[in-house]
């Protein structure tokens, strides 16, 4: 694998959620976790970057750099036993993100745990340069 974005089964699969588990699982990983939305809430309110989970990686492909971006579902916001973590709008992130990949990249993928026929096509507006997007519906 080059690259995978985090969704809602990572949470919501098992029904007594271990951060630990979570954790141990995104280490063991032998490629790029990703998760440009996806932040953790400390005891103080600030949100910071989960260790391991990288907004976006850049790959090399025949001599194409290519930017591939993680976008995660807003679902995970309403897992029942996930109160530390927040997903904020791709949209919104695509927004400020997608110029910074873009100064590095003949083109970018965007890996989405979105809906397909809404998210994407507005992803897609933000780049031409976004000449892929794959959603989950």
Request: hydrophobic content about 35%.
């Amino acid at each position: 694998y080059d690259a995978m974005v985090i969704g809602n089964h990572e949470f919501d699969i098992i029904h007594d959620y271990k951060e630990e588990i979570f954790i141990r699982n995104i280490n063991l990983a032998k490629f790029p976790v990703l998760g440009e939305n996806l932040y953790k809430i400390d005891t103080t309110g600030k949100k910071i970057r989960i260790p391991n989970i990288k907004p976006y990686v850049f790959k090399i492909f025949e001599n194409i750099r290519v930017g591939i971006i993680g976008f995660t579902t807003r679902d995970i916001n309403d897992t029942e036993n996930i109160k530390d973590y927040n997903v904020e709008d791709a949209i919104l992130t695509a927004r400020q993100i997608i110029p910074e990949v873009e100064e590095n990249s003949d083109i970018i993928i965007a890996l989405t745990h979105q809906k397909y026929e809404t998210e994407c096509p507005q992803l897609q507006a933000f780049s031409r340069r976004l000449s892929y997007c794959n959603g989950t519906t």
